[in-house]
């Protein structure tokens, strides 16, 4: 006997096992984040509720369905890590922005038409560069697609690496602070903004004895954030 309820039910449980590549395509917003007098246009995701991982790219990366919206939206760290390079000494600096996600700081530092590289493992995260890119008319911004385990990049080195909310597991102390040392020239500045995720300090332990100089403050002026920021800006010189 056909059963509407039974036909309901494996209809719903086949819906929801589907990927969620499949359906929907996630939504964009836009917004526009000023610096002063400067105005930087930003194409993001709409919230960290978005999806898209067409033929498993990113998972077979090992991005999972729960982290792969995070390259794509505005974080705190990442506005005062914008902010900080807002009116750094940038003038004959090769800079490098380590997990740039949806790289404000290097849309920022583009507008100064600064030297700038940026680098994200995620697969989506150099589209929406180069999407963001146009939308600020600026210059192309070299982009790498390349993890902190990464034998084989051709990045080369730099006088200042930077990079906001990187520390979220133990491992990423050695493989971010090895990253660094490998691309970093013999005299470099790197500058982290941690939201204070609770690895920074074995991270600047590490940095020291790869032989960094090591200093931390509170970001000051904050008043661009909607809430209060309880992280660090980290600095490391050698």
């Known amino acids: 006997m056909f059963c509407v309820a039974n036909l309901f039910r494996r209809t719903y449980a086949a819906f929801?096992?589907?990927?969620?590549?499949?359906?929907?395509?996630?939504?964009?917003?836009?917004?526009?984040?000023?610096?002063?007098?400067?105005?930087?246009?930003?194409r993001?995701?709409?919230?960290?509720?978005?999806?898209?991982d067409v033929?498993?790219?990113?998972?077979?990366?090992?991005?999972?369905?729960?982290?792969?919206?995070?390259?794509?939206?505005?974080?705190?760290?990442?506005?005062?890590l914008a902010h900080f390079m807002f009116d750094f000494q940038i003038e004959g600096k090769r800079?490098?922005?380590?997990?740039?996600?949806?790289?404000?700081?290097?849309?920022?530092?583009?507008?100064?038409?600064?030297?700038?590289t940026a680098t994200d493992y995620h697969p989506?995260?150099?589209?929406?560069?180069?999407?963001?890119?146009k939308l600020n008319k600026g210059k192309a911004i070299p982009f790498v697609r390349t993890g902190w385990a990464d034998n084989n990049s051709t990045l080369g080195?730099?006088?200042?690496?930077?990079?906001?909310?990187l520390l979220y597991e133990r491992d990423h102390v050695d493989l971010l602070s090895e990253f660094i040392d490998t691309h970093a020239k013999p005299h470099c500045e790197v500058i982290l903004v941690d939201p204070g995720r609770g690895q920074h300090a074995r991270f600047s332990k590490k940095m020291v004895k790869l032989g960094y100089e090591?200093?931390?403050?509170?970001?000051?002026?904050?008043?661009?954030?909607?809430?209060?920021?309880?992280?660090q800006i980290l600095r490391y010189n050698r």
């Open 16 to 42: 929801y096992q589907l990927p969620r590549s499949f359906m929907s395509s996630p939504r964009i917003r836009y917004q526009t984040m000023e610096f002063d007098d400067v105005d930087i246009h930003l």
């Open 44 to 52: 993001t995701l709409r919230d960290r509720q978005q999806y898209e």
């Open 55 to 80: 033929d498993d790219v990113a998972l077979k990366l090992g991005i999972s369905s729960a982290t792969w919206p995070l390259f794509g939206v505005v974080w705190a760290s990442g506005e005062v």
């Open 95 to 116: 800079i490098l922005e380590v997990g740039c996600g949806i790289a404000l700081t290097s849309l920022v530092l583009n507008h100064r038409l600064a030297d700038i």
């Open 124 to 133: 989506e995260a150099g589209k929406f560069l180069q999407e963001n890119v």
């Open 157 to 165: 080195e730099f006088d200042i690496i930077m990079g906001s909310d």
């Open 214 to 231: 090591h200093s931390q403050s509170k970001p000051e002026h904050v008043d661009y954030l909607t809430d209060p920021f309880r992280g």
